[in-house]
């Protein structure tokens, strides 16, 4: 169950406008969401995810050193990182809230499901992808498209997650170590059971070589 007195994701998406895509209530009603953020320096950035059951539980927690070109890019590849992990974890019927605090990606990933769930629907603008995250962003649009329904929602930096471990990597690679749980809603007719972790290959989620 959730922590006492940490705001769940499910509450941030809730409260959160969905660029693109009307936010009625029973959008409020996910299986898991899953907050990603990816940061840039000169000497190195980093990728977080964080992974929660629609009651708070959490599922997995990600932070990784990374070597991204810019703060764009970061994002797409933290978020790519994000949808595997909880892809490995998720039943393909899932319905899921993705959490970003970048304007551009929250806007490009609900033309993407616009696109996938109504044929023929066609945007004011074609989606601009950052130079070097073509490669992420097909991935996340594989993943959208593999999901029984995805929203995202625009989150303040302040307010995310996942934002500390991007940002600070070394100081919390112990939740890299922590056992994740595979935590199906019951209403997805499945048990609660536990799953060793499932971290993708490197190649999955970040191939800077062949962006």
Do not use: K
């Amino acid at each position: 169950m959730a922590v006492h007195g940490r705001q769940t994701l499910r509450d941030l998406f809730d409260d959160s406008p969905t660029p693109h895509i009307a936010h009625p209530p029973r959008t409020h009603h996910r299986h898991f969401y899953v907050a990603t953020d990816g940061s840039y320096r000169p000497d190195g950035g980093g990728l977080g995810a964080v992974i929660e059951a629609r009651d708070g539980t959490r599922v997995a927690r990600i932070a990784l050193p990374d070597t991204p070109p810019d703060n764009n890019v970061a994002e797409y590849r933290a978020l790519h990182l994000g949808l595997d992990v909880l892809a490995a974890r998720a039943p393909p019927d899932a319905l899921v809230g993705v959490l970003v605090d970048h304007d551009d990606l929250a806007g490009n990933v609900n033309s993407a499901v616009l696109e996938t769930r109504q044929p023929g629907w066609c945007p004011g603008r074609r989606p601009s992808i950052p130079d070097g995250s073509e490669h992420h962003w097909r991935g996340i649009q594989a993943r959208i498209a593999g999901f029984g329904e995805l929203r995202a929602a625009r989150i303040d930096s302040r307010d995310n997650p996942a934002h500390p471990l991007a940002n600070a990597p070394a100081e919390y690679t112990h939740v890299n170590r922590q056992p994740d749980r595979c935590v199906i809603p019951a209403e997805l007719g499945r048990s609660t059971e536990a799953a060793e972790p499932q971290y993708p290959p490197p190649s999955r989620f970040d191939r800077a070589g062949s962006d």
